[in-house]
């Protein structure tokens, strides 16, 4: 038998495995979001998961990899969000429609904890060098994303402004910047005010011939 089939009170290893880790990346997202990623500790990340630092190594090389872990958790999870909501397109888009359609899916996926977006779109900033190159590989999955998404959106016809790779960073750092800015108000707006304002800026970004 493997070690992967292995049988611990009732439960496969890889079973165990795996909830020691998502234990660990939901108490990174949550004090992470709570305190900010300078202000935590890998102790601190241990005791806020109930799991030792042994653990954690057997999951993890440092804290940074927690962090990057708990951010494409976030991004994987908006993009299934945002690839289910073009799912539901039918065969004539409306472009303002569908846009709003598909950011309320993305931002209600990250903005529904707060914690969540603070991770995704604050405390990733500035980590390392490490850390900047791994947004910008993620920021260039997006705009991938965006393209392959135009003609479900308006049409086979459709196309990004100018340059497909700077239109789609262009709300990219929309989308970063509002979300920043939702973050720090007191109280916050609802996302679909978030919505309303980036659906503009989207849309003037495509062209339908």
């Known amino acids: ?3 992967e089939g292995r049988q611990y009170g009732g439960r496969a290893v890889t079973e165990r495995k795996a909830e020691r880790r998502q234990r660990f990346l939901d108490a990174a997202i949550q004090i992470f979001g709570a305190r900010g990623y300078a202000n935590c500790s890998l102790a601190d990340v241990c005791a806020a998961a109930g799991l030792s630092k042994r653990q954690f190594y057997e999951e993890f090389a440092t804290r940074e990899d927690v962090l990057v872990a708990a951010y494409d958790q976030i991004q994987d999870a908006a993009a299934a969000a945002l690839g289910a909501a073009l799912s539901t397109l039918g065969p ?9 359609l598909v950011l309320s899916a993305f931002l209600e996926s990250v903005g529904a904890d707060p914690y969540r977006a603070k991770v995704a779109f604050v405390e990733v900033v500035g980590v390392s060098q490490a850390m900047e190159e791994h947004r910008r590989a993620r920021r260039h999955v997006w705009v991938a994303t965006i393209r392959a998404a135009l003609e479900p959106l308006a049409g086979p016809s459709a196309r990004m402004r100018g340059n497909s790779d700077m239109a789609g960073s262009a709300l990219i750092g929309a989308v970063n910047g509002l979300a920043h800015e939702w973050l720090l108000s007191d109280p916050r707006p609802p996302v679909s005010e978030l919505v309303d304002m980036l659906v503009p800026i989207a849309v003037s970004l495509i062209i339908s011939d």
């Open 1 to 3: 038998m493997t070690i």
């Open 92 to 100: 004539d888009p409306e472009p303002r429609d569908t846009v709003t």
